[in-house]
């Protein structure tokens, strides 16, 4: 499932869900028929050699041709890795009465799909998950059994959307760095290209405070409106704040294993900042990246985005709100973080941020990535976040979660 972690003006880190451990995969709910893993073999195999011809061999109707003129679009997009699989360990055929009468006299599937997608040097796979609908006559036969993708987006309508790219709309222009490989639109090129610059020193930030990280190259998405970014990210809320967020998902076939994570950026609200602000954001987002493998599912927020605000450097942009605001007695629940005013959500950020500079304070750096590893460590355990937490704060920096608490409402004072 796709994590999104976006940088509103408070930045705000939707929280993650424990999955349940398992040493081997959990079982299908439903038996696939082969022909379809087939078939999505070669859809995969199409896009990663941007091969038209099998393309247009798996699928059908008005997706076969949007697909194509998607692949059209992509077409400077070295695709190291693409992969499509069905994913039935969840749920089985989706395809109700609604779908159903979508494709009259025909046979029709509508299964959950794991999207694996690896651009040129990029570190790690991007997942994403969606819905494909497949169709054939009752008959079958042919390529596949008669069956083709019909399309990938029948469940939009339940708030189950597909992975959607930038090459989905027109087509798509790259430019390379040293740690990133940056996907726009060729009308916005000349703009993005300089600010390439920018990107590159917030990852030397980012990287200088969390180093060694397997994530060395990140692919980074720039729409060229805001509204194109909302299409992306499958988002109907005001977007006008939004500046970047990262993206990565998890893996819960065998229990909880972070998938690589991709940058997106509202380009146009960016470069309304000045450059060292442009910097701060870019390094608070890439501390996200870096730290993801890390990262676990009973790691709050406010431990994430404490951590990415002394990092990143993005603290001064919160610190104000607290100016004779009263010391609350814990630290702040997930929710603070995505509800409310602006200044509320500032406020969450800013005790967020206070909370892991008495960490860094205490026991530096090391103590600091000691702890968010120990935390991050246990992936799926009993126990509630504030349990965990006491336990790994306990077990690695020899401190109790109260003395803690204590120390942050003496800072907020």
Excluded at 2 to 13: I, Y
Excluded at 283 to 312: F, K, M, Q, Y
Excluded at 372 to 383: I, N
């Amino acid at each position: 499932m796709k994590r999104l972690v976006p940088l509103l003006a408070a930045l705000v880190l939707l929280p993650q869900a424990a999955f349940a451990q398992t040493e081997s995969p959990t079982p299908e709910i439903q038996q696939v028929p082969s022909a379809i893993t087939s078939l999505l073999d070669d859809y995969g195999r199409a896009w990663q050699t941007h091969d038209v011809t099998l393309l247009g061999k798996t699928t059908s109707g008005k997706f076969a041709r949007t697909d194509s003129r998607a692949l059209a679009n992509a077409g400077e997009v070295n695709f190291a890795e693409f992969k499509v699989r069905t994913l039935t360990q969840f749920s089985g055929n989706l395809a109700y009465s609604r779908i159903r009468s979508l494709y009259p006299h025909m046979d029709v599937r509508t299964y959950q799909i794991e999207q694996d997608t690896r651009i040129a040097y990029e570190s790690k796979s991007y997942e994403e998950d969606g819905a494909f609908t497949f169709i054939r006559p009752p008959s079958g036969g042919g390529d596949y059994d008669g069956w083709r993708i019909a399309s990938k987006n029948d469940l939009d309508v339940l708030g189950f959307f597909s992975p959607s790219n930038l090459w989905d709309s027109s087509p798509v222009s790259i430019l390379n760095g040293q740690h990133f490989i940056i996907l726009t639109h060729p009308v916005v090129t000349q703009e993005v290209r300089p600010w390439l610059a920018v990107a590159e020193k917030a990852f030397a930030r980012a990287s200088a405070f969390w180093p060694g990280s397997d994530v060395k190259t990140i692919v980074m998405e720039v729409p060229a409106t805001q509204a194109e970014l909302g299409a992306i990210t499958h988002d109907t809320a005001d977007l006008s704040n939004f500046v970047a967020f990262v993206s990565s998902g998890v893996s819960r076939e065998h229990g909880y294993a972070p998938t690589g994570p991709r940058m997106f950026v509202n380009i146009g609200h960016l470069l309304h900042y000045p450059e060292s602000a442009q910097i701060s954001v870019l390094a608070h987002e890439l501390i996200h990246a870096l730290t993801r493998n890390e990262s676990g599912p009973n790691t709050p927020t406010w431990v994430e985005e404490g951590l990415a605000d002394d990092g990143g450097g993005t603290e001064s942009l919160f610190s104000h709100v607290l100016r004779g605001a009263g010391a609350p007695t814990n630290f702040p629940p997930a929710e603070k973080f995505v509800t409310g005013g602006v200044s509320d959500i500032q406020a969450a950020y800013a005790e967020a941020d206070v909370a892991m500079q008495v960490l860094l304070d205490k026991f530096g750096r090391p103590g600091v990535v000691k702890f968010y590893r120990a935390l991050g460590a246990e992936r799926v355990v009993p126990g509630t976040e504030t349990y965990q937490v006491r336990k790994a704060l306990q077990d690695s920096l020899h401190w109790t979660y109260d003395d803690w608490v204590a120390a942050w409402r003496q800072r907020l004072r």
